[in-house]
């Protein structure tokens, strides 16, 4: 059959038009027996008919496109359905070459494809490619395209052409590429070193920073090639970690060493993920490795430094109690004699007429020695000072150590100041200030130690005392703040200096030149009253201004 010929089907319908209507677009694929029509029956002819045109209505419908095509790529025919796929009726693609319809990059691809038809046996397989169509009605971008050489037209040969929409798959593929290649290029230029595994545990990736690492090829890394590179002792830690994670799919951590390019070993912290695809099925690991090597010299360094620090407080600990023990030993040895002492001046003053007890009651009583007299004051009240240094040195050792047991009792605040001020006044006879008390009316019990803290007032007072001017007021006040009760003791005449006031509370610190009246002391006195108060659960503080000086202790309610 040939362009110019009349197809079989133009033949039968010209000649049956009384028999069936039809307009048929040179679809020549014909039984041969329908030749016979003239010979046959009017009822055996509509039959024949009635099956092409089912035939007919099938080709047109096909949800695919068909072409027909002669030997030069001319379209001789197109189903409907493929015609409206296009954006074309049928009879604007006859007599057209089908080339037309593609993409200009594919039109020689598609001519050298249909030439190779013609060079294959007439048993080969069917030929398939797949290409991009270029029609600007049609949704359709990309066809697979499927051809044949038709059988029994030797002469003039023809070509079955049929193309099924591709475009949504290539358009996942395309998505699926793009997305590839943009987990590609960020793999590659993140600063740090990324690998991936199937579900078998094989790697099959490694980042371009994983290959400047390690100076070594994909192909050298794959499977477990890797583990060449990790250090010997560290290999079979690495792979017991992550295959225990393999087989149960989970995440892991491991640290290792691995050989750089330079050769030296590097620590590398690696965080492995399970993969699983959206049916849930595990496909493999991605992992992340970042060189830790400063992080583990920073550690190691630290814990050197630890070391060494807990060595030193240690070794602190160990000459601060030797040191306890032999202050504690020596200050007990120290007071046994300074008793024997304390009693000898009590005998030697019964034996001159002047016991203490008189001294205190009476300080005008004059002596027939005179010198005897001065002599034996000196003795008592240098005696009583080494005592003194003795039992707050004691005080405090004990305090630094936690040892001082606090006896809780609930004080009567009025009460236990009046009865400390009787008390400073009864050992102070020569005190030259005037001493006052203002206490707010109706304060609440406080619970406290009361030794410590008829201790801490009457330090307090007798710091005052020393170094306040004759005839100048010593005012001690109580007062309620909040939850505590607020003691103040206050003194004028007299300034502490600034650059001094950090240092009082400091042992055995006297402030120089403070001591007008040369009765010395032994710097232990402002050290013990902090240590007692914070025992005690409170602050003390001091302010120093306007030829006035005011320590303030504030202890909680309820000792606790």
């Given at each position: 059959m040939n362009r110019q010929q009349p197809s079989s089907w133009h033949q039968i319908c010209q000649e049956q038009d009384n028999i069936v209507s039809l307009t048929p677009h040179h679809l020549e694929l014909v039984p041969e027996r329908v030749l016979d029509n003239k010979l046959r029956p009017n009822e055996v002819l509509q039959h024949t008919q009635e099956q092409l045109l089912w035939y007919r209505q099938l080709y047109e419908q096909l949800p695919s496109i068909y072409f027909v095509l002669d030997s030069s790529g001319i379209v001789l025919s197109v189903n409907r359905f493929g015609a409206d796929l296009l954006g074309f009726t049928p009879s604007e693609l006859i007599n057209k070459p089908v080339f037309d319809l593609f993409a200009s990059c594919d039109r020689t691809s598609l001519a050298d494809a249909l030439i190779s038809l013609f060079k294959m046996p007439a048993t080969a397989p069917t030929s398939n490619w797949e290409f991009r169509l270029d029609c600007r009605q049609s949704k359709i971008k990309w066809v697979k395209v499927v051809a044949k050489i038709l059988p029994g037209n030797e002469q003039n040969p023809l070509i079955l052409l049929v193309c099924e929409d591709i475009t949504d798959r290539k358009r996942s593929e395309d998505a699926?590429?793009?997305?590839?290649?943009?987990?590609?290029?960020?793999?590659?230029?993140?600063?740090?070193?990324?690998?991936?595994?199937?579900?078998?545990?094989?790697?099959?990736?490694?980042?371009?920073?994983?290959?400047?690492?390690?100076?070594?090829?994909?192909?050298?890394?794959?499977?477990?090639?890797?583990?060449?590179?990790?250090?010997?002792?560290?290999?079979?830690?690495?792979?017991?970690?992550?295959?225990?994670?393999?087989?149960?799919?989970?995440?892991?951590?491991?640290?290792?060493?691995?050989?750089?390019?330079?050769?030296?070993?590097?620590?590398?912290?690696?965080?492995?993920?399970?993969?699983?695809?959206?049916?849930?099925?595990?496909?493999?690991?991605?992992?992340?490795?970042?060189?830790?090597?400063?992080?583990?010299?920073?550690?190691?360094?630290?814990?050197?430094?630890?070391?060494?620090?807990?060595?030193?407080?240690?070794?602190?600990?160990?000459?601060?109690?030797?040191?306890?023990?032999?202050?504690?030993?020596?200050?007990?040895?120290?007071?046994?004699?300074?008793?024997?002492?304390?009693?000898?001046?009590?005998?030697?003053?019964?034996?001159?007429?002047?016991?203490?007890?008189?001294?205190?009651?009476?300080?005008?009583?004059?002596?027939?020695?005179?010198?005897?007299?001065?002599?034996?004051?000196?003795?008592?009240?240098?005696?009583?000072?080494?005592?003194?240094?003795?039992?707050?040195?004691?005080?405090?050792?004990?305090?630094?150590?936690?040892?001082?047991?606090?006896?809780?009792?609930?004080?009567?605040?009025?009460?236990?100041?009046?009865?400390?001020?009787?008390?400073?006044?009864?050992?102070?006879r020569n005190c030259r200030s005037n001493l006052q008390i203002h206490v707010t009316p109706n304060l609440p019990p406080l619970v406290c130690d009361p030794f410590s803290l008829e201790r801490i007032i009457m330090e307090l007072l007798t710091n005052a005392a020393k170094f306040s001017p004759a005839d100048q007021e010593i005012i001690i006040t109580a007062q309620l703040k909040s939850q505590n009760i607020e003691f103040q003791v206050i003194n004028t005449g007299v300034e502490i200096p600034e650059l001094e006031r950090d240092r009082i509370f400091d042992k055995f610190y006297r402030i120089p030149s403070n001591d007008p009246w040369k009765q010395g002391g032994t710097g232990l006195g402002l050290a013990l009253i902090q240590k007692l108060t914070r025992y005690l659960g409170g602050t003390i503080e001091v302010e120093s201004n306007s030829n006035l000086t005011c320590f303030t202790v504030l202890l909680p309610l309820r000792g606790e």
């Open positions: 699926y590429q793009e997305s590839e290649e943009r987990f590609q290029n960020m793999a590659n230029t993140t600063p740090v070193m990324l690998w991936m595994s199937g579900c078998d545990g094989l790697c099959n990736f490694f980042n371009q920073f994983w290959m400047q690492f390690t100076g070594r090829t994909i192909e050298q890394e794959k499977g477990i090639g890797w583990i060449d590179s990790v250090y010997p002792d560290d290999k079979l830690k690495c792979l017991q970690t992550y295959y225990s994670a393999l087989n149960t799919r989970t995440k892991f951590q491991i640290e290792y060493r691995l050989r750089r390019a330079d050769g030296e070993y590097r620590w590398i912290l690696d965080t492995g993920t399970p993969r699983f695809i959206p049916s849930g099925e595990f496909a493999g690991y991605i992992g992340c490795s970042i060189d830790i090597t400063e992080r583990k010299t920073v550690e190691a360094a630290l814990k050197s430094s630890q070391e060494a620090a807990k060595a030193q407080i240690d070794e602190m600990d160990r000459l601060n109690r030797l040191k306890d023990e032999f202050l504690s030993t020596v200050s007990h040895e120290l007071r046994t004699p300074l008793t024997n002492m304390k009693m000898a001046i009590q005998m030697l003053g019964i034996a001159l007429g002047l016991e203490q007890s008189l001294l205190v009651e009476n300080p005008k009583l004059k002596t027939p020695d005179s010198k005897a007299s001065r002599y034996f004051q000196i003795l008592n009240n240098e005696c009583d000072r080494e005592i003194n240094l003795i039992n707050n040195f004691l005080d405090l050792q004990k305090l630094d150590i936690d040892s001082k047991p606090l006896v809780l009792e609930t004080v009567i605040i009025r009460e236990s100041l009046m009865r400390i001020v009787e008390l400073f006044k009864a050992r102070n």
